[in-house]
């Protein structure tokens, strides 16, 4: 739980109704003078227009303990009791100072929205202000694939899409993608060897994983999907329109490029494999560190660097080292590109030094009618750096096949 600074206030006679007390509905205004001030003393109250977004409460309760009058002064905590990805719950109490008595408690939450009043990951110093994010509630499907046993979140109902993250990451780099897409069936696998997926000595390959996706829309009774793939995540994608074109409703392509690895790139993967074997997925997590992040976000968002490395301790070292072999041996995709025939979406990163803008955008224009959204400030993991941004693009897209 994170302490908001308290704060006292008088209570003003009109505030009060005719017979003298604090009215009932002065109290949620009472209330909200608390956390406006409470902002004032902390980062400011300016803090979520500057961000470009808005606190909107979706439910309050309020328990009246006692009765308050004109110059009264009320002392008013706030504590936030939950924080998650889009919205946050807020508990307030209200004391008078000369007796201690509480006057009120109220439980309220709030949603993150944008302009157009559409649920957003919060964004990273307003995440700040509030605290950690407290633990998922959302535990995952155990779903059995060839050889490997998978875990599977899977969220909401509606058109289904699946997320199928990179390396050497699992299905939290969607975490902000996952709350925002509300309209949406969320499906987010952990590869096998990623996450909590069970890690195999062997059967990593380009074509295993996209049929190990396919077993897994199979298993939730899903015939078609939209395919959300991040770098590693767009060559399965790649995969599964060579392999399983009538499981893809539409593609977004994020961080991602359709050619092979050329020589040395291939002579570096399995130097990394070795590094995984010797040293552990960490050291070649620190070792990637600065080729994936943006330098801003190295600087600026720590709590990104964080979630990073924990996906990669998370990680295990057949996961990892299959994965690196698996992109290594990738076939070309490039032939493939002309031949796509669903609606398609290219995200790319500005800083994105793996699969640079250059690259996404000459595969938008090889894509018959491919979109491409560059994000600001962000390097190869953009749903993460830049998650309002990242969620609004995929979002504006799904919106435009419906």
Request: glycine share 8%; proline share 7%; net charge neutral.
């Amino acid at each position: 739980m994170t302490a908001l600074p308290t704060v006292d206030l008088t209570v003003y006679p009109l505030e009060c109704d005719a017979f003298g007390h604090l009215n009932h509905a002065s109290v949620l205004a009472l209330f909200e003078r608390a956390r406006w001030e409470s902002l004032a003393r902390g980062p400011g109250m300016d803090l979520f227009h500057r961000t470009g977004v808005a606190p909107v409460v979706r439910k309050a309760t309020v328990d009246y303990r006692a009765a308050a009058f004109p110059g009264d002064v009320l002392r008013v905590e706030t504590v936030i009791t939950h924080r998650g990805t889009t919205s946050w719950t807020a508990r307030q109490t209200a004391r008078r100072t000369r007796d201690g008595s509480v006057i009120a408690e109220a439980e309220i939450v709030f949603v993150c929205v944008d302009g157009a009043g559409r649920p957003v990951p919060l964004p990273g110093e307003v995440a700040r202000v509030l605290g950690p994010r407290s633990t998922a509630a959302h535990a995952p499907q155990r779903i059995a694939v060839d050889g490997a046993e998978l875990a599977v979140e899977v969220r909401g109902e509606g058109g289904p899409v699946l997320f199928v993250h990179g390396f050497p990451f699992d299905r939290t780099v969607w975490r902000h993608q996952l709350a925002a897409l509300s309209r949406w069936k969320r499906i987010a696998p952990d590869l096998r060897g990623a996450g909590e997926s069970t890690a195999p000595p062997d059967g990593y390959t380009i074509a295993r994983y996209a049929d190990d996706l396919v077993a897994v829309l199979d298993a939730l009774g899903v015939r078609q999907a939209v395919v959300c793939g991040l770098s590693l995540g767009g060559y399965i994608a790649f995969e599964l329109l060579r392999r399983h074109a009538d499981r893809v409703r539409a593609v977004v392509l994020c961080g991602t490029r359709p050619q092979p690895d050329a020589d040395d790139a291939r002579r570096t993967r399995d130097e990394l494999a070795s590094l995984a074997a010797d040293r552990g997925t960490a050291a070649v997590g620190e070792r990637l560190l600065s080729r994936l992040l943006a330098s801003a976000t190295l600087v600026e968002q720590p709590e990104v660097v964080e979630q990073y490395r924990e996906m990669t301790r998370r990680m295990s070292v057949p996961g990892m080292a299959g994965a690196l072999r698996a992109m290594r041996d990738r076939p070309d995709s490039t032939p493939l590109l002309s031949k796509i025939r669903v609606p398609t979406l290219v995200v790319v990163g500005s800083e994105d030094q793996v699969s640079p803008p250059a690259v996404a955008e000459a595969m938008a224009d090889a894509i018959p009618g491919a979109r491409l959204v560059v994000i600001s400030a962000a390097g190869h993991l953009a749903p993460l750096e830049q998650p309002l941004a990242t969620s609004r693009a995929v979002m504006d897209f799904l919106e435009g096949l419906t």
